[in-house]
């Protein structure tokens, strides 16, 4: 079946360094792919949409300069939190949609920023 | 915007019994997706509903969608320690099948042996 690989899986950092996550569609070209973000005990939140070769949209209280996103081409997007700090730390997860129709998420990432 | 409210929020079963959660839509559903998922580790896919009045099943999960398609229900017969886990529910924001979810609030299922 079809598979997103994220990477890292976890990672911690000192505050003010940046992060980059990974998510890549290992066997099939994603036109769009999600970034969400989740915080201890609570629902999945959509942070963009990422389109390849283009802007990423963000949504409504997102901060684009920090969340900045890359989708360079149908198999990859990245995700980079610029100058994180604690109240960064969260679980950010990543989904592909395929050029056929299939939605498939990543494994997730867990970032924790000392 | 659309929202999804699922209920209960969390549920204590005793092995062997029925449980069913429940996501309500404020907007027509036009692709309902449900996801197992432990805090801090991916979702795994359960099922996708499209049409109003669809059923499926895996093992001893079952899924429906109401036929106005603004209401899924997520029912386990039989539940085993290994049902344990968030169940949430997620439903594509477009008119059509656009791969952008919204979630719902996740229900927190114990299974007690």
């Known amino acids: 079946g079809a598979v997103v690989s994220q990477h890292p899986s976890r990672v911690i950092c000192k505050s003010g360094t940046s992060v980059k996550i990974e998510c890549r569609s290992l066997?099939?070209?994603?036109?769009?792919m999600f970034w969400y973000r989740q915080f201890p005990k609570q629902s999945l939140m959509l942070m963009a949409t990422s389109n390849e070769g283009s802007k990423a949209t963000y949504e409504q209280g997102v901060e684009k300069d920090k969340f900045l996103i890359n989708h360079a081409s149908l198999t990859l997007s990245t995700l980079t939190v610029t100058s994180a700090h604690p109240e960064d730390s969260s679980f950010y997860i990543c989904s592909a949609y395929g050029t056929g129709g299939g939605l498939f998420f990543g494994s997730g990432t867990q970032l924790s920023v000392l | 915007s659309q929202e999804l409210e699922q209920s209960p929020q969390s549920l204590i079963v005793q092995e062997g019994k029925n449980l069913t959660i429940n996501c309500t839509s404020s907007k027509t559903l036009y692709g309902l997706y449900w996801y197992k998922q432990k805090y801090g580790e991916g979702l795994i896919f359960l099922m996708m509903l499209q049409k109003g009045g669809e059923e499926k099943s895996h093992e001893k999960i079952t899924a429906k969608l109401d036929e106005k398609k603004q209401q899924s229900s997520l029912h386990i017969t039989a539940s085993q320690p290994s049902h344990a886990g968030i169940y949430l529910c997620g439903a594509d924001i477009g008119s059509g099948n656009t791969g952008k979810l919204i979630f719902g609030q996740g229900t927190t299922l114990q299974v007690k042996p």
């Open positions: 066997d099939f070209q994603a036109t769009t």
